[in-house]
């Protein structure tokens, strides 16, 4: 049974998504490991982790003929992205990684968990869902959500900070949670408690935090990026902010269940973690999404977005998602003479955009990716 809360999360959803036409949507199958269409790109990025041939120091888990030994846990930390410098954990750098037996093992359990259904809907803070449910009714008045948002002091701080941040700011901040719902507005008001919310439930993952800050720094630019585009792709801004912002929704899930199996911190490696969002991450993200009874486009976008060409019912929204991801993913690498030498997107072509519209584009993904950041940081400061 879903709790209460969630349930208001879900009607809340449903009432924004309830525009669109439902249709049947096809279940979304598991996507395994396999070369990416994109073409690889070199990256000067944090180095991979060196091999070692040294014999493995685990009696437990002897080392395979031929395979190489898990680099320790300083070299490890050196696979983890820098400010800036993101090594994105479904690239073919992280996945190809080896793997050991244990890891191999948990790798399976996840596999198998996931075809049993297995695994628990994440519940978001209880003040955030009835602040989006009254923001989502006409009748409500400001000091209404005031008075809920005063309940949560880590919400209603963060809200103050996201209010003041380069996505919102004047020149006259606010000091005040009246001020910062008018200065967002109500309709915005909704999609970032959503989001902020979000973020309180990915860092709650123990000692997978990197991951979790990755994960969270995605899902958050793919939003904004995607809301910056869409006009240009012809959709709709609040709902492919919504759609960016959830696209990605079953690595939540993911990392709980690597939460709960992994015992030993030196399995919690870049190439596990990476390996199970790539394998994963659409299917639980679909199951996930019919969980909490959203609309058929938003199952179907969480299901199958990178090979948004099969998504036959709702492509064009799973290209720009798309797009937006891969976006992030080359803008995040940190090299500027790589993100400006490419312009040739499959999404693009499939959406139609000529050359200028491409251009513009590329150009406003920046403009959104690098407000977005600079207003993380400012926030982290």
Known sequence: ML???VQMLLGW???FASSFDRQPVARAKPRKAKPRKAKPRPRQSTPAAPNRTEPDADPEHPKEEGAQVEPSTEVE???MPEPG??????????????LRTRQRQILDRIGERIERGQFNLPHLPSTSMVVMDLAANPSSEI?????????DPVLSTRLLRM????LYATQEPVETLHEAIMRVGMRELRSLILALSMRQVIFRKGNLTSYAEETWRQAYSVAVICRSISEKCGMPSDKM???GLLHDVG???LLSMLQKEIKEASDATPTLVGRAFLEYHESVGALMAEGWKLSDEFISVAGCHHDFESNKLYSRSAAVVSLAHRLDMNLSGGDAGIYWSETSYPEMEYLGLNPDAQRDVIETAHVAFTTNRDGEQGEAA
Do not use: H, M, Y
């Open 163 to 166: 209010a003041n941040s380069a």
């Open 143 to 151: 000091p209404e959500i005031v008075q809920s948002l005063s309940t």
């Open 13 to 15: 959803i449903t009432r």
């Open 77 to 79: 930390a050196l696979a």
């Open 85 to 98: 410098r993101e090594i994105p954990l479904e690239s073919d750098q992280v996945t190809t990684g080896p």
């Open 251 to 253: 690595k939540i899930a």
């Open 3 to 5: 709790s209460k809360f």
């Open 241 to 243: 902010f919504l759609l």
